[in-house]
């Protein structure tokens, strides 16, 4: 008997660790209610956030509001958290491309949102809900990649650093405007730039609101590598993405998992979470057939 309550409070332990790392930043502890933001936000209306989800395990994440260059407005805001959460309830999936309709990335935020969300503590609001949506797609057990084409500003330079990985396509950029705002990067990417690229390249990006092309962004880690064109960017995306995504979905969202816990927890956790992670995939049908087949690495 006291056998299976210690195994059941082990299993207890171990799922409440593994949940966790999608859990938001913020909750009503903290003063932010969703509910209240998410509707002061659907006053501002415009664009979409469009998902399509393929059996190769590979969702794409369109944002579509191209007459602005893809800046999101406040439905916008609301529909990627939406995104995000049937993102977390995706099983099946291996990866994600993050893209902007027609040839853009993103340009921040739209400027008629900005202007009516002019109080300190409705900024601090949109800022936790945002932050809480990017936490919640950089922790998606899914290899995600930012695929920019044409202007990544603001705000949209921040998205694109919730993602594992950045490709770009010739003639694109990266900025980080902010500064010319008034302002500081308030939806995490100060904090996520630092982890890519360090705190003295992030300094000057941010200081001089630098505008980073591809071979730059590539030289100093920004980016991971640069496409051919425009016209077949999002295949060719696609297949970069697929050399980090070939196997079982199982095995392949465990390994994000493994990643994040790294990257996010202090290493006596991180090495706990990394064991129970670990404990679902030994013995699992992945591991077993491999065993069966007599898996050797070459």
Known sequence: MAACVWRHLLALSRSQRLQHRSM????????????????????????????????????VLTLNNPSRMNAFTGTMMVELL?????????????????HGAENTFCSGSDLNAVKAISSSEEGKMMCMFMQNT?????????????????????????LST????????????IRFVHKHMGLVPGWGGAARLVQVIGGRHSL???SAALKVEPAQALQM????????????????????????????ATVIRAIKKVVIAG???????????????????WGGPSNLKALAQGTKHK
């Not at 990017?134 to 949209?156: D, E, W, Y």
């Not at 919730?162 to 010739?170: E, G, I, Q, Y």
């Not at 590598?225 to 070939?246: F, H, M, P, V």
């Open 263 to 281: 990257r996010e927890e202090q290493l006596d956790s991180a090495l706990r979470t990394e064991k129970d992670i670990f404990g679902t995939v």
């Open 221 to 248: 880690g920004l980016i991971d590598g640069i496409l051919s064109s425009d016209d077949q960017s999002l295949e060719e995306a696609r297949d970069w993405l697929s050399q980090y995504t070939k196997g079982p």
């Open 134 to 158: 990017l936490t919640r797609l950089s922790r998606l057990p899914l290899i995600s990649v930012a695929l920019v084409q044409g202007k990544a500003l603001g705000g949209g330079a921040e």
């Open 82 to 98: 939406e995104r995000v959460k049937e993102l977390e309830d995706w099983k099946e999936g291996k990866g994600l491309i993050v």
């Open 162 to 173: 919730a993602c594992d990985f950045r490709l770009m396509t010739p003639n694109s950029e």
């Open 24 to 59: 938001s930043l913020y909750s009503e502890s903290h003063g932010f209610n969703e509910a209240a933001v998410e509707q002061k936000l659907a006053q501002f209306v415009g664009g979409s956030i469009g998902l399509s989800l393929d059996d190769s395990g590979i969702g």
């Open 204 to 206: 000057r990006l941010l």
